[in-house]
């Protein structure tokens, strides 16, 4: 018998809330994300007046860090957690 794939053992996950300049559609903004990720394990789940939550994994955390920190970027990282009830109630979602 296979054994059990419980909480602990699956991948930890991070919610980063972004702040976004001059992308005003989702699918733009997801075309954006893709171009700077560095890497494919990313989502993008909420994304409402130039505010969006995306998901990434935590041990990605450090390479997404020094793209989502440029002062004056385009896409700007505002809050972090491992609840996405938490980032959601930091941006007023």
Same mark, same amino acid.
């Given at each position: 018998?296979?054994?059990?794939?419980?909480? *602990?053992?699956? #991948?930890?996950?991070?919610?980063?809330?972004?702040?976004? +300049?001059?992308?005003?559609? $989702?699918?733009? !903004?997801?075309?954006?994300?893709?171009?700077? *990720?560095?890497? #494919?394990?990313?989502?993008?789940?909420?994304?409402?007046? +130039?505010?969006?939550?995306? $998901?990434?994994? !935590?041990?990605?955390?450090?390479?997404?860090?020094?793209?989502?920190?440029?002062?004056?970027?385009?896409?700007?990282?505002?809050?972090?957690?491992?609840?996405?009830?938490?980032?959601?109630?930091?941006?007023?979602?």
């Amino acid at each position: 018998m296979a054994k059990r794939l419980t909480k *602990a053992l699956r #991948e930890k996950r991070r919610w980063v809330g972004i702040t976004v +300049n001059g992308v005003v559609e $989702r699918k733009d !903004l997801e075309h954006l994300i893709s171009q700077l *990720a560095p890497t #494919e394990d990313w989502k993008l789940y909420d994304f409402k007046d +130039n505010i969006a939550i995306i $998901r990434i994994l !935590l041990r990605d955390q450090p390479l997404w860090r020094p793209i989502l920190d440029v002062e004056g970027g385009q896409i700007r990282s505002v809050t972090t957690s491992g609840k996405i009830r938490l980032v959601r109630d930091r941006l007023g979602l």
